[in-house]
């Protein structure tokens, strides 16, 4: 595994260069008329060789950065279940490597009958910028011959680039995701167009992070995460006093 842990810290020192890349893409922004996601921006461009395109933003008020990223390195069905999309039928982490990369395997339902589940094995990785005050979390699948796809799923392909920045000297967070993903194996030409509403759902999910991060997070987690440390306290009070002056 030493060699996948150098390919994925490679892979978020580069996030910066894939981010460029992503914004050389022709993006359409498809609007919607629920104001209600009127903050969150979702972008299509032209998919192509099996491979999905994805760029959505979303303006997150008053939301506290810390929150919104545990909300995304989460890897606790018990918990994610609470608030997560009913496509997420599982995810589980496997494997550990130091305080901010993990090995994570999750499996999503495509809800159509004749077409298979998929599941996706790859590692986490977020790092955490105090002078820009900009947390980054990537994800990119790998194969491991100890994790095999699951019976009645097909190994799917992605990476994606999480980016959380604070908005000016606000309390408000700008949240942007770029996500490249190939379902691999058969893929009926009918059930294209639902790509699209594949994509709408990832808006769906900005807003649910909004939510929980603001209305929902102490009564779902408890605890309050130290992104110096990676410790869990029940309060900020209960902190030592080196986590309490990180997480300031």
């Keep these: 595994m030493e060699e996948k842990i150098d390919e994925?810290?490679?892979?978020?020192?580069?996030?910066?260069?894939?981010?460029?890349?992503?914004?050389?893409?022709?993006?359409?922004?498809?609007?919607?008329?629920?104001?209600?996601?009127?903050?969150?921006?979702?972008?299509?461009t032209h998919d192509h060789d099996g491979k999905y395109f994805l760029k959505c933003q979303a303006?997150?008020?008053?939301?506290?950065?810390?929150?919104?990223?545990?909300l995304n390195i989460d890897n606790a069905y018990e918990t994610r279940r609470q608030w997560e999309t009913g496509e997420l039928m599982g995810i589980e982490q496997l494997e550990q490597y130091g305080r901010?990369?993990?090995?994570?395997?999750?499996r999503i339902a495509v809800g159509v009958w004749g077409v298979s589940d998929r599941d996706f094995l790859g590692v986490q990785k977020w790092a955490h910028d105090g002078e820009k005050d900009l947390y980054t979390l990537v994800f990119?699948?790998?194969?491991?011959?100890?994790?095999?796809?699951?019976?009645g799923c097909v190994a799917g392909t992605c990476e994606s680039i999480l980016q959380i920045r604070r908005?000016?000297?606000?309390?408000?967070?700008?949240?942007?995701?770029?996500?490249?993903?190939?379902?691999?194996?058969?893929i009926p030409s009918w059930f294209l167009p639902l790509i699209r509403q594949w994509k709408e759902k990832m808006r769906d999910r900005m807003i649910l992070y909004r939510d929980v991060a603001q209305?929902?997070?102490?009564?779902?987690?408890?605890?309050?995460?130290?992104p110096a440390c990676g410790a869990e306290w029940p309060s900020t009070e209960d902190m030592c006093r080196r986590c309490r002056a990180a997480f300031k």
């Design 140 to 151: 990119k699948t790998c194969k491991d011959e100890r994790w095999p796809p699951i019976d």
């Design 167 to 186: 908005y000016q000297n606000t309390n408000d967070h700008v949240v942007t995701i770029y996500a490249t993903v190939e379902p691999n194996g058969w």
């Design 215 to 226: 209305n929902r997070f102490e009564e779902i987690y408890h605890t309050v995460f130290c």
């Design 100 to 106: 901010q990369m993990k090995l994570i395997h999750y």
């Design 8 to 44: 994925f810290e490679e892979f978020l020192t580069e996030s910066a260069r894939r981010i460029a890349d992503y914004e050389q893409l022709e993006w359409q922004l498809i609007e919607t008329e629920n104001p209600e996601k009127r903050w969150v921006r979702l972008y299509g």
């Design 59 to 70: 303006v997150m008020k008053n939301t506290d950065g810390r929150r919104i990223l545990q």
